[in-house]
């Protein structure tokens, strides 16, 4: 089974992606940022905001991950571009990694984007589900911060010999950190 292809995704056409430049335009607090990196996502302190910048933005992962799914060799892409554009109560993510867009609820410095399908694999009875939620902070308009919490789930009637050939107990569980910044800040 691949590794899940998280919100890696392509430039959504707005071309207002190139027009940020230092940074410290769109800070929701005025405070452009700050010198402190926060020890457990990475991300830039000083303040927090409500929602993110639209716009083309960069995913890098963060190397703090957990995996208990052992026949996923590496349940993460690294690094990629995603578009943002904001929606009534939060933001959608455009990927494009051939999964469909998906929205996130922001609001008070923090975002968290629903479960979803992000893969399926069928083989015989059973179906392997990878599930993916997204949970993180926007530290400032240009940068945010989360984990990628990840399930990968049985359905059919040989999920026990699924879990015998993958040699693992289904449901299992991953985690990927990461920091995401927008493009040209």
Known sequence: MAAPGCIIVSDDGDDSAGDAGSGDAGSSDGSGGADGMDEDTGAEGGGTADEPTPGLWIYAETGQSTNECEFLDDPSNGWGEYGVELVDGGFRVTPGDDTEPFDCSSGGG????????????????????????????????????????????????????????????LPCSFSVGFTGERAGS
């Not at 975002?111 to 069928?122: D, G, I, S």
């Not at 997204?134 to 699924?162: F, K, R, Y």
């Open 110 to 169: 923090s975002f968290e984007c629903p479960q979803r399908l992000q893969e399926e694999v069928m083989a015989g009875g059973t179906t392997l589900q990878v599930l993916v939620t997204i949970e993180g902070t926007l530290p400032m308009a240009d940068a945010m911060a989360g984990t990628q919490l990840g399930e990968v789930v049985c359905e059919g009637s040989d999920c026990a010999l699924a879990e015998q050939l993958l040699g693992t107990t």
